[in-house]
């Protein structure tokens, strides 16, 4: 075998560095220095396979082509936990609070009062959720989203304009971030790396269609961005890294007209959301809703008019527009429960059957299925929201 030793290699023409042929293997005992750069210095019309760091979220990441895009490179079940050394694995722990993969937070919710709780699991690993720490005030329905450093989150009952923000990486409590642009609650939110938007919600008397967003690297209050199709209540939503989709939820009243219609805006611009399609069946009271960089899944909800719970799981191709597909069923039917992803696995988090519950359950977005199950929150719990340091709007 011929070897190289060589600190700079240039192309005859040019800066770049010449191609390696066939099979090129790396034996050296230090280490290999992608290159790297920011989310938005990412390249365009690059190979599949294309490695680079990432250094707005501390990870490599590797182009999977121009339908999936870029995807973040994370730890996997059955790698290296932590521990006192580089090759100890955690065996006795029984949550998902291991390792330094994507993590998804739950946040607030009703337990049966009103809570301030937020627990945490590392998505990549199975297990129990840990307590992280605890909101400004006990709150439910309110709408969560992040960047892949701070969590947000907006609106929530007892009638509220309030948002509250926690940085991921840690434990610890939320503090006061500024306020939306109308007080309400059973709203939706989605994001991008830079921008929280928030979506529609109740007031006493009306459902209101205002959409308003915030820039989750500071602090300050909500300005307008634009109105949805339909104003609704206990509406789903998701987001890629451009789209924020809408879907479903009950107008004009809770419980008095349910609607299936899916709407979405793009998240870097403002204005009025389009019509998108429309969901696989009406429900009410989804908010267990995950996404990838391609897909949005929603699972379960609530018909009152039967009244009766569903298992459903279905799904949209976001950067498409059309109605859902079916996905699979969760482990038991239930509402109200609160969902979030990595860029491979989503998990949906508590909610009643109609008792309340602690089910964690989780799917691997790319397949179709049946959910399997995760762990347990750390309570009973419902009308929560949730959000992850890698949903889809940040891949």
Known sequence: MSEINSSNFKKEHGDLAPDLVGVTELTSPYFFVPPSGNTAERPENCEPGTLRFNTDIGSLEVFRGNTIGWEQIQRRDGQYLGGDSANSVITTSTNSNRGTGTRGFKIGGYYPAYTDIIDYVTISTFGNASDFGNLNTATHLLAGTSSNTRAITGGGSPSTDEIQFFEMSSLGNASDFGNLTATRYNLGAVSNSTRGIFCTGYMPSANKN??????????GNAVDFGDTVTPASGLSTVNSTTRGIIAAGNNPTPGSNLVNAMSFITMSTTGDSVDFGDTHRLQFYTHSCICSATRGIFGGGYFPAAPANTNGIHFITMATLGNSIDFGDLSQARFSASGTSSSTRGIFMSGRTPGLVSTIDSIEIATTGNAVDFGDNTGTHAYS???????????
């Open 210 to 219: 205002v959409i308003d967003y915030v820039t989750i690297a500071s602090t």
């Open 385 to 395: 929201t949730a959000t992850s340091t890698g949903h889809g709007g940040l891949q």
